[in-house]
Nanobody, 116 residues
C-alpha cells in the first residue's frame, strides 16, 4: 500500500510562490509516475504536472507551463511542485498522485489559496 503525504500549501498573494511536497512511502516499484492534480470548488479534478523516469519529459498543463516545475528526490521518495507567479485561478486543493501497475493512489490534499 502506497501512502502519500502532502505539505506546503497555504495562502499567498498574486505573483507569489509556493512549493508543495509529496512524500511517498510503501512503494518498491521501479517504474511509476507521480504527479499533481488540483480541484477547485465545484470543478473537476485536473492534471497539473507529472514526472516519471529520468530522461522522459515531464508533463505540464498549458495553464501552468513556464510557472510550475515538478521535480523529485529519489533518495527521499519525495516529489515537489514549485509554483511561481501564482494567479488567483491557481486557487485549489492540490492532490499528489502515484500511479504504477499496482494501482492508483492519492494523497489527502493540500489547500493553495492565491489572493489578490
Amino acid at each position: 500500500q502506497v501512502q502519500l503525504v502532502e505539505s506546503g500549501g497555504g495562502l499567498v498573494q498574486v505573483g507569489g510562490s509556493l512549493r508543495l511536497a509529496c512524500a511517498a512511502s510503501g512503494s518498491a516499484d521501479t517504474l511509476y509516475t507521480m504527479g499533481w492534480y488540483r480541484q477547485a470548488p465545484g470543478k473537476q479534478r485536473d492534471l497539473v504536472a507529472t514526472i516519471r523516469v529520468p530522461g522522459e519529459p515531464n508533463y505540464y498543463a498549458n495553464s501552468v507551463k513556464g510557472r510550475f516545475t515538478i521535480s523529485r528526490d529519489n533518495a527521499e521518495n519525495t516529489v515537489y511542485l514549485q509554483m511561481s507567479n501564482l494567479k488567483t485561478e491557481d486557487t485549489a486543493t492540490y492532490y499528489c498522485n502515484y500511479l504504477s501497475f499496482r494501482g492508483n493512489y492519492w494523497g489527502q490534499g493540500t489547500q493553495v489559496t492565491v489572493s489578490s
